[in-house]
């Protein structure tokens, strides 16, 4: 048993890697810094600027795969338009919030966002950052059946 098609950090179906909406270029592979550990890690990583430049920080860590019925879905209209959200799904989740002392004394950019380096005693950051580019290869492709 085992073997290429049998496992796969990145799981999608076919037909939504090959769509011509579908994001290859953010496509990165997930290398874990718990070496022999399976990874289940639900998180987002969010890292910004608001308005008038001051940093803001946080993490999702929560239930939710990536995928349509946890986060629901918007079709694109004909004319470009977006429809309405469609949400038929819930899952639970935290938002850990990076504390304001650690964004106040970065030293960066003005147009800059804060580094990845600034959830650092937030949150473990279960994987290597940044993760390798998935040019010239594809996801693990699950069909059910």
Request: charged share 25%; net charge positive.
């Amino acid at each position: 048993m085992g073997g290429p098609g049998c496992a796969g950090i990145i799981s999608l179906k076919r037909q939504h890697y090959n769509a011509s909406t579908f994001p290859k270029e953010c496509l990165r592979d997930y290398d874990s810094t718990r070496r022999g550990m399976l990874s289940h890690n639900k998180l987002l990583f969010a890292r910004g600027r608001k308005r008038g430049g001051r940093p803001f920080a946080w993490v999702y860590v929560g239930s939710a795969n990536l995928s349509e019925s946890a986060w629901g879905g918007q079709k694109v209209l004909q004319g470009g338009k977006t429809g309405a959200l469609n949400v038929r799904n819930w899952e639970c989740g935290v938002l850990v919030p990076v504390p304001d002392h650690k964004l106040e004394h970065l030293d960066m950019e003005d147009d800059a966002v804060p580094p990845m380096s600034v959830f650092d005693g937030t949150v473990e950051l279960p994987f290597q950052v940044p993760g390798a580019k998935y040019e010239g290869r594809r996801p693990w492709f699950f069909s059910p059946g």
